[in-house]
């Protein structure tokens, strides 16, 4: 099995590596296109996979939002940052800048909406609509809100912004899983995940940093084309706590929903990996770091 899992992850990483460079390479030569023309389709996929999944683990606790209502939600969201910069661009007339980072919120908001239609639709009776408007909120800010962010990250900062939130995090998860295995003895959270150690964070805290090291030395100055000097040591190093320390959190985050579920992965077709949801959990509640930090400079 553990042959197999490195098998698929490598697959996958040199998947992602191939998309980023062909999503670059598209955007130099393609200057009337949005950025992120390529990376779009790939990432809606993913979105609508990760919210079927998430769907899934909230059924199975007994709840049922309607789907259609958080399927179009999400899609809105993640869509938000390019309807955000067309916007900007002149289409829709002079735009603020408070004007474009309203536009999230206004597909959160559209997304409550819809999650709150699909309740009314069929009500019958007092009984259940608070509980399943609940989870159908929880799938649009668990996926859809991080998602978002995702765009943002690449809209603002480009590939190499993508590049060095999924570089620091799955480092994370290696380290995590290395050091874990050779040398973990404490157990970090033996209810939730039994599996995960102490010693196994701090080597996730260090093959994050050491990550963000590479990354910011070697990989991120090359795909910008605006230039500038290399980034502050202590940006790359906070860059890597904290965006490691979200990876982590997020991984736990999605343990306590399948925890809470009864189910060990959040599907089944990714044979040694599990699900869509269980590649991009550590990245979900880390996407929202990442782009804090390339918008206060804190990198760049």
């Known amino acids: 099995m553990l042959r197999w899992r490195l098998l698929v992850g490598t697959v996958l990483i040199l998947g992602v590596i191939a998309l980023g460079w062909l999503d670059h390479r598209f955007e130099l030569d393609h200057r009337d296109w949005p950025p992120g023309a390529c990376l779009f389709p790939v990432g809606l996929v993913c979105l609508l996979l990760a919210t079927g999944e998430v769907l899934s683990l909230v059924r199975s606790s007994g709840l049922s939002p309607q789907g259609w209502a958080v399927y179009a939600g999400n899609s809105l969201l993640f869509a938000s940052p390019w309807l955000a910069a067309w916007a900007a661009s002149g289409a829709l007339g002079p735009q603020s800048a408070a004007a474009g980072a309203a536009w999230p919120v206004f597909a959160l908001i559209v997304g409550l909406g819809l999650v709150l239609a699909g309740q009314m639709a069929r009500y019958r009776g007092p009984g259940g609509v608070i509980a ?82 590479v990354t910011f030395e070697f990989l991120v100055p090359p795909l910008r084309p605006e230039g500038g000097g290399p980034c502050a040591w202590w940006g790359w190093l906070l860059f890597g706590l904290l965006v490691g320390g979200g990876g982590m959190f997020g991984d736990l985050a999605e343990s306590l929903i399948k925890r809470d579920a009864g189910r060990k992965d959040s599907s089944y077709w990714l044979p040694g990996l599990g699900g869509v949801l269980d590649i991009l959990d550590s990245i979900l509640l880390a996407a929202p770091i990442a782009w804090f930090c390339w918008s206060l400079g804190v990198v760049w």
């Open 132 to 213: 399943e408007t609940g989870a159908g909120v929880l799938v649009l800010v668990y996926v859809g809100v991080p998602f978002c962010f995702l765009g943002l990250l690449r809209i603002d900062g480009g590939v190499g912004a993508l590049a060095s939130l999924v570089i620091v995090v799955k480092s994370g998860d290696t380290g995590a899983y290395t050091v874990g295995r050779l040398l973990g003895r404490h157990t970090m959270a033996p209810i939730l995940s039994p599996k995960k150690t102490i010693e196994g964070a701090v080597g996730a805290f260090a093959f994050s940093s050491a990550a963000a090291w």
